[in-house]
């Protein structure tokens, strides 16, 4: 195959060749000819380029991704002349590109660095000209025509980019298995099932730029030398999957997906598969099984997917994230990536804030920030300025990090030493009035209901940690409560097959670790210290206050409170069911949980 | 060959063996529970954890692959640990009250590695929900009280069998093993092989005929081939004080590899026929109590010689029975018939071909074990020949096309990828169309697919059944031969009975026509005789019977022995493939009855003849379509 240098694309379709496209390409060849760069440049046909309304014609200019509107023939050889032969832009023609406002995405925060986020909310994701005028699909053009599949995969490990799924391996390391595997078909997935109760970073990016997905799984197809690729999306996320498709369709009629992409000769081509729904198809293995159509059980790694993956063919698959990093990896370079961040985790994080923190939400910290700033600086402190108690990373297996790690540089490493994860990004603040075993017992909840069932550390063990847990939230704890929970964590994490039960005991072990008295208060003296368990706390009518406007009395489902009007009411602890209106209600705050 | 240590032993593995497998071959035994060497390796019960150096946490050591350099701890304390933490949960999971339990005491696999480490209790709070117990089933009962979600009976239904009848429903703790769409067991997909049984480590899938009959230890072992049909699984027949107690298949076998169909397993011990225990011999018209020497004197006055007589005898009789009938009958006695109940009907036409060729043209079983495209003419591999169905069957989820071509309705054709009509009679013109589509396209849509199908494939398969056989003329086989050799696909050919093979080597293969004939000599073992041949007895004067069981036959005979049925007789079997297996003697023959072998000398006797017992070189004079193996 002749190697070209560039190529241009010309819209075909019935609207632009009304408009003169073939007229177009004739003018160019023939001023390509004049100008003795037909050896260099392709003319290439595609679907429609451009928006169908606007006069003139349409065409776009590869590697560099550059879209001119609004030509006539007569532009055309002043453009061919600065385009290929000056090698600059032609700014004068450069499409503008129409702008979305997104609202939920509100502007950066302090200290919030984005890179994975830098398009959402500025350009329309359903226009891939709006992420192509933002060097959309430069790097790929950049890959194509300057780098060796090798090179690609050496700039992205030196970037330290690791994966932002949830085990943070370096995403280049992993690329390099699978191209260094054997297998006659290899397959590029990207894990978009974001399972995490509240997270949310990846479907934003998913429908905002679903580009930069797409071209950082072209990119790492091209260096893997995969030829086929599905993006694993949850079911729940339906605007994120119809997104995803459009912007697949796109892509296939720029020739960015496809046979021959932009004739390189290499040849590539994503579909869409929607999940099964339950949390442990995130796990990569069981993600297979689930595109395979078997039932979504994680599968015993040796073999790794880089080896046997979907299909026992070498597969790679990495986190929406992790792909949408790439394109700007490749074209910033490496040495850039590398400079943001902090040790061995280089780059950004997207956090997914949530919980008693003022601005819950979407955010992008480089890597390094301390929780402290991100509690604190970007999510404004905790609510009603109460006392912060502890902050959840990663999850439902992430651990609860007291105020003493608020100072904790956020990294891979520190978070793992912490006894948490970094997950895929989640990040719950609790405040004072936070019960940790109420909250241990309330994540065990999830991961022993999300487990497979296929292992017996992940699928009895953590059934009987929450019946434990729930025992001791009713006051029913007993002394020797406390090993044995430590001894189920410490087995199941040993010993369970895939991440769910080995991570699953996180919430307890860092409880136990940093908030053992309050575990002490529930079994020894059945007592609650956030107030939370209800079988451990009384209503009570705290005389003095209490005007008796018998407002509490009047809506008592359980008719649990008497007393006179204008009198000290008095709760009936035996009749009371512990539902807490009275306290909602009682305009002089007379009622008082003990 | 890769090189490891286990506890301190220098191991040499072959590559791509697993952690477990290379400890078993070094004699080091680590426990498992959902491992089992036919399964595919599954990492579910997490018992088999070991310590490998430069491992972060225990590793599964039957999914783990055995690496060079590789240093492996079966019995730290860590991994010790970790098997009592697996064990303590298993228990506290469902109720496993050993004491009510039909595999406790040595049978169940779970209480078995418990004592192995030592366990008299666990310390776990179980937290026990009963479940229904399913007895819908006709031969098993399904218990989801101890069930342990191994998925052994999962995975063999699936992987194995190829019925996809067993599966779990919700997940986690609330995971249940059902029955297709958690229908009752009996009312299910299941077609009642047994294999779910068979695996099931502990006691949540029971053998009904067997439970609480005796355990392993308590209970005799006979292995030998199964004589329901001409597949030859390997079958282990347990028995106690000379009673059946169940079958299993041989996990060993080359052939079955632990797989039996309900004929080989179950059906056998639901045998309620009138068992026959004394000689009766017709005397003033009716059938009288007689005893040995009697029935001798009566044949001795009434059978004859030569071409008066008609002699024929069962296919499930082992080869050495077989030989010496037709050692007396057509070499000594000169009698006009001597066939076979089957009277070669599955095998007549292809042994002709084979000594038209002057060599074997079949291949074995193994090849529809692993095969891309099987072409299956006239046979239904569902109700009949079942294991070498299982092998079809489970190889479909793979991508292996199946080619049903078949008049008749035929159950495998339920899972076929392609139909092709074929009309009894008509198989020459069949067989015209498809070796035309396997050279050019003809037009002929699903001939042209069939044709792709079976060249696109790597390992193409044609397998053809007893009607294909009994249809197919000298023409039609050559042009299957023809067909074969252009696509370089295997021949398989069904056979009939355990014995149709041998019947068809000694050439025991003439069709039954009775006409004129004065006496007839049946010899039909444990075999049900057919309403047609009933019929066609009633015309001779003179009717000799050897039965196990009484029949409408018997009834109307003039002389009846009675001989052993399959458990209490021994010898040699050949099944479809050539391989020649034996067959063990189970129960003691009991008093009165003799072998139909013995019965055949002590006739000789009577008659004063002195048949030739060999039958080794008998089998083998004859070229065989498929080559013959001592297995
Ligand atoms: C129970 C469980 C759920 C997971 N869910 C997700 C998920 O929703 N999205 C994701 O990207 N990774 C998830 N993972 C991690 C994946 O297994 C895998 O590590 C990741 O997709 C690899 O991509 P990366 O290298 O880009 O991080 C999950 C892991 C486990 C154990
Ligand atoms: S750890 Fe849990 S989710 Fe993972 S395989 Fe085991 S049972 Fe399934
Ligand atoms: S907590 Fe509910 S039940 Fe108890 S006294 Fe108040 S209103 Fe009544
Ligand atoms: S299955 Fe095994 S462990 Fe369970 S009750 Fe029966 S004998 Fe005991
Ligand atoms: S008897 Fe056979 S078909 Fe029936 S469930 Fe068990 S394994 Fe499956
Ligand atoms: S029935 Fe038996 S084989 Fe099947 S999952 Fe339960 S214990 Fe395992
Ligand atoms: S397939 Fe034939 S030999 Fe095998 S078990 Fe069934 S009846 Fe017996
Ligand atoms: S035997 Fe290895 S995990 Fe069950």
Redesign the interface.
């Known amino acids: 195959m002749a190697y070209f240098r560039s190529h241009v694309l010309v819209s075909v379709d019935p609207v632009c060749v009304e408009k003169g496209a073939y007229e177009l390409i004739e003018t160019l060849q023939d001023e390509l000819v004049k100008q003795g760069l037909v050896e260099e440049v392709q003319v290439l046909e595609t679907s429609r380029i451009g928006d169908p309304e606007t006069e003139g014609l349409d065409l776009m200019v590869y590697p560099e991704a550059v879209h001119y509107t609004k030509l006539t023939l007569d532009d055309v050889p002043f453009l061919v002349e600065e385009q290929f032969l000056k090698g600059r832009i032609a700014e004068q023609y450069i499409r503008e590109t129409k702008r979305v406002v997104d609202e939920e995405l509100s502007a950066p925060k302090t200290k919030e660095v984005r890179i994975v986020l830098k398009n959402i909310g500025e350009i329309d994701p359903l226009n891939i000209e709006d992420y192509i005028a933002r060097d959309g699909y430069m790097a790929l053009g950049k890959v194509l025509t300057e780098m060796t599949p090798e090179e690609t995969i050496q700039e992205v490990l030196d970037s330290g980019l690791r994966g932002r799924g949830g085990a943070g391996f370096p995403t280049g390391l992993k690329w390099r298995f699978i191209s260094n595997a054997e297998g006659e078909q290899k397959y590029m997935i990207c894990n978009a099932d974001e399972g995490d109760p509240g997270a949310f970073a990846n479907r934003r990016v998913l429908e905002g730029d679903p580009h930069s997905v797409i071209e950082g799984m072209i990119i790492g197809a091209y260096a893997a030398g995969a030829s086929q690729g599905y993006i694993y999306c949850r079911a729940e996320y339906p605007i994120a999957v119809r997104t995803m498709k459009t912007a697949i369709e796109q892509a296939r009629n720029f020739g960015l997906l496809g046979d021959d992409i932009l004739g390189s000769g290499f040849s590539f081509d994503l579909e869409v598969r929607m999940g099964a729904g339950a949390f442990v198809c995130g796990e990569e293995t069981a993600l297979m099984a689930s595109i395979e159509g078997q039932r979504g059980e994680p599968r015993p790694r040796p073999p790794f997917p880089a080896q046997k993956g979907l299909w026992q063919q070498p597969s790679n698959i990495n986190n929406v994230e992790t792909y949408s990093n790439i394109p700007q990896i490749i074209l910033k370079g490496a040495e850039w990536f590398a400079s943001l961040g902090y040790k061995k985790s280089t780059g950004t994080k997207t956090f997914s804030m949530a919980g008693d923190v003022k601005n819950t939400g979407l955010i992008e910290v480089p890597f390094g920030i301390t929780l402290r700033e991100i509690i604190y600086d970007v999510g404004g402190g905790i609510k009603e300025d109460k006392k912060f108690k502890a902050v959840q990373t990663g999850g439902p297996m992430g651990g609860c990090l007291p105020e003493s790690h608020l100072d904790l540089h956020m990294d891979y490493e520190a978070l793992a030493e912490a006894g948490s994860i970094l997950g895929s990004g989640g990040l719950v603040v609790m405040d004072e009035d936070t019960c940790m075993v109420d909250i241990a017992r309330f994540f065990m909840d999830f991961t022993q209901d999300e487990s497979c069932g296929k292992c017996t550390p992940c699928r009895i063990g953590t059934r009987r940690i929450l019946e434990i847990l729930t025992r001791i939230c009713e006051g029913k704890g007993k002394p020797d409560d406390i090993d044995t929970l430590r001894y189920l964590c410490e087995q199941i994490n040993e010993n369970s097959l895939c991440g769910l039960g080995k991570g699953a005991p996180n919430p307890v072990k860092s409880t136990l670790e940093h908030f053992l008295d309050e575990y002490e208060a529930h079994i020894y003296e059945k007592r609650c210290p956030a107030k939370v368990c209800k079988s451990l706390i009384r209503f009570e009518i705290i005389d003095g206050l209490c005007t008796g406007c018998t407002l509490c009395a009047r809506n008592c489902p359980v008719d649990a409170i008497s007393g006179e009007r204008r009198q000290t009411h008095v709760i009936d602890p035996d009749i009371c069911i512990k539902c807490g209106i009275c306290e909602q209600l009682c305009p002089y705050d007379a009622i008082e949980i003990k | 060959m890769i090189n490891l240590t286990i506890d301190g032993k220098e191991i040499e593995a072959q590559e791509g063996t697993t952690v477990l497998e290379a400890a078993e071959a070094a004699g080091v035994f680590v426990p498992t529970l959902c491992h089992h060497p036919q399964l595919t ?7 088999c ?1 070991v310590e490998v150096e430069g491992a972060r ?2 590793q ?1 050591s039957c ?3 055995a690496t060079n350099g590789m240093v492996v701890k079966t019995n730290t304390q ?1 991994v010790l ?2 098997r009592k ?2 064990l303590t ?2 228990f ?2 469902r109720n496993h009250f050993c004491m009510y339990c039909q595999v406790s005491g040595g049978d169940c696999e779970l209480q078995n590695r418990a004592y192995d480490e030592g366990m008299t209790h666990w ?3 179980p ?1 026990w929900q009963p479940f229904e117990v399913d007895a819908s089933h006709p031969f098993m009962v399904l218990d989801n009280n101890r069930c342990i ?1 191994c ?1 052994r009976c999962v995975r063999a239904c699936g992987e194995l069998v190829g019925n996809y009848t067993l599966g ?1 429903e ?6 249940l093993l059902v029955a297709d769409y958690n229908v009752p067991f009996g009312e299910s997909s299941c077609i009642s092989c047994g294999t779910c049984v068979q695996i099931c480590p502990t006691g949540a899938i029971i053998d009904r005929q067997s439970a609480y009959q005796g355990k392993e230890t308590e209970v005799d072992h006979h292995i030998g081939v199964c004589v329901e049909c001409s597949v030859g699984c390997q079958r282990n027949v347990l028995t106690r004080d000379n009673r059946l107690i169940r079958i299993e298949g041989e996990w060993d076998a080359v052939l079955n590899h632990g797989l039996l169909c309900d004929k080989g397993r179950f059906l056998p011990l639901e045998d309620d026929r009138a068992r026959l225990l004394t000689p009766l011999v017709r005397k003033d018209g009716s059938l009288k109590a007689a005893t040995w020497d009697d029935a001798m004197k009566a044949i001795a006055e009434g059978l004859g010689n030569g071409e008066g007589i008609a002699a024929i005898a069962s296919t499930r009789l082992p080869i050495e029975d077989l030989a010496l009938f037709k050692s007396v009958f057509a070499d000594a006695l000169q009698a006009g018939l001597v066939t076979t109940l089957e009277e070669g009907k599955a095998t007549a036409s292809l042994a002709k071909m084979a000594e038209k060729l002057g060599k074997p043209f079949e291949s074995n079983l193994d090849v529809l074990k692993d095969t891309d495209a099987v072409l299956s003419l006239e046979l239904d591999l569902v109700d009949e020949h079942q294991v070498a169905g299982f092998f079809v069957k489970r190889q479909l989820t793979d991508g292996t096309k199946l080619i049903v071509a078949d008049s008749k309705g035929n159950k495998l054709a339920e899972n076929a990828s392609l139909k092709l009509d074929l009309k009894a009679g008509d198989e020459n013109a069949f067989l015209d169309k498809l070796h035309k589509a396997v050279q050019y396209e003809t037009g002929d849509e699903a001939f042209d697919k069939a044709a792709k199908f079976l060249k696109t494939a790597e390992k193409p398969v044609i397998v053809y059944g007893e009607d294909f056989a009994a249809h197919a003329d000298e023409k039609a086989l050559e042009t299957l031969l023809e067909i074969s050799e252009s696509l370089g696909a295997a021949l398989v050919g069904v056979k009939g009975n355990a014995n149709s093979m041998a019947a068809s080597q000694l050439g025991l293969e003439a069709p039954i026509k009775v006409n004129g004939h004065k006496s007839a000599f049946v010899m039909l073992g444990d075999e049900e005789p057919s309403q047609k041949l009933i019929k066609q007895l009633e015309e001779v004067p003179f009717v000799v019977a050897l039965a196990a069981y009484g029949s409408q036959l018997t009834g109307n005979a003039d002389v009846v022995l009675p001989v052993t049925m399959w458990a209490e007789q021994s010898g040699t079997y050949m099944n479809m493939d050539g391989r020649l297996q034996k067959a063990v003697q189970a129960l003691e023959v009991p008093d009165g009855v003799l072998t139909s072998r013995d019965t055949l000398l002590k006739i000789s006797e009577a008659l004063s003849i002195e048949p030739d017992a060999d039958w080794k070189t008998k089998v083998t004079s004859r070229t065989p379509t498929v080559e013959i193996k001592e297995a």
């Open positions: 390796p599954y990492g579910g019960c997490r018992l954890m946490t225990l599964p999914t783990l692959p860590k640990d970790a933490f697996v949960l298993i506290s999971e310390d776990l709070q937290n979600l998925r779990f919700e997940r986690g703790a609330d995971s």
